[in-house]
T-cell receptor, first 115, second 119 residues
Framework: KQEVTQIPAALSVPEGENLVLNCSFT??????LQWFRQDPGKGLTSLLL?????REQTSGRLNASLDKSSGRSTLYIAASQPGDSATYLC??????????????FGQGTTLQVKP | EAQVTQNPRYLITVTGKKLTVTCSQN?????MSWYRQDPGLGLRQIYY???????DKGDVPEGYKVSRKEKRNFPLILESPSPNQTSLYFC??????????????????FGAGSRLTVL
């Protein structure tokens, strides 16, 4: 059974700091891995999607890496800003779930960036 | 604006009183899905739909029903709500299931969530 774990559960950093969020998954048979941002009252927003054949994806100050064989992904946020404060969720799309579109989510890392 | 709209956003109800959470998307997506989010358990898929009149169970379908009579709408029905259905519910849609088309053009778009409390 696929399980997704995110460490740490919460993180507080001063503005301007570079930071790394970690995600691990137990079964390497995945189609892709996505990072989402969740803001209270605003649902989930997809940040980056890494296909299983890719090693990393970048969008602005965000860089996500994927090591499928070891079951790990990291989300790197450069020069953090107070507006980055949110909960970040990692989700995998297992190959076995290709006909359901199901994503398996981690429980998230809640980030607070202090001015 | 491309979006997934859920209603109601907040609801407090009592055990056994039937309710429907509506979900509508304006992106002509074929795939739609419902998730519930609970502390310590994360998001779990309730039901999904590949297209009109095509629906199937996810991981936690007990106590829920869905229908897909039109492409844009995918309501979640709680026939007889119970306190263990107190949760934050999300509707999501994409052109295809994530495993069929793995690209940025097929990202899953989520609604803002519906917080349901069953007393």
């Amino acid at each position: 059974k696929q399980e997704v774990t995110q460490i740490p559960a919460a993180l507080s950093v001063p503005e301007g700091e570079n930071l790394v969020l970690n995600c691990s998954f137990t079964d390497s048979a995945i189609y892709n891995l996505q990072w989402f941002r969740q803001d209270p009252g605003k649902g989930l927003t997809s940040l980056l999607l890494i296909q299983s054949s890719q090693r990393e994806q970048t969008s602005g100050r965000l860089n996500a890496s994927l090591d499928k064989s070891s079951g790990r992904s990291t989300l790197y946020i450069a020069a953090s800003q107070p507006g980055d404060s949110a909960t970040y969720l990692c989700a995998v799309n297992p190959e076995i779930s290709s006909n359901t579109g199901k994503l398996i989510f981690g429980q998230g890392t809640t980030l607070q960036v202090k001015p | 604006e491309a979006q997934v709209t859920q209603n109601p956003r907040y609801l407090i109800t009592v055990t056994g009183k039937k309710l429907t959470v509506t979900c509508s998307q304006n992106m002509n997506h074929e795939y739609m899905s419902w998730y519930r989010q609970d502390p310590g358990l994360g998001l779990r898929q309730i039901y999904y739909s590949m297209n009109v009149e095509v629906t199937d169970k996810g991981d936690v379908p007990e106590g829920y029903k869905v229908s897909r009579k039109e492409k844009r709408n995918f309501p979640l029905i709680l026939e007889s709500p119970s306190p263990n259905q107190t949760s934050l519910y999300f509707c999501a849609s994409s052109f295809e299931p994530q495993g069929w088309v793995s690209s940025g053009a097929n990202v899953l778009t989520f609604g803002a969530g519906s917080r349901l409390t069953v007393l």
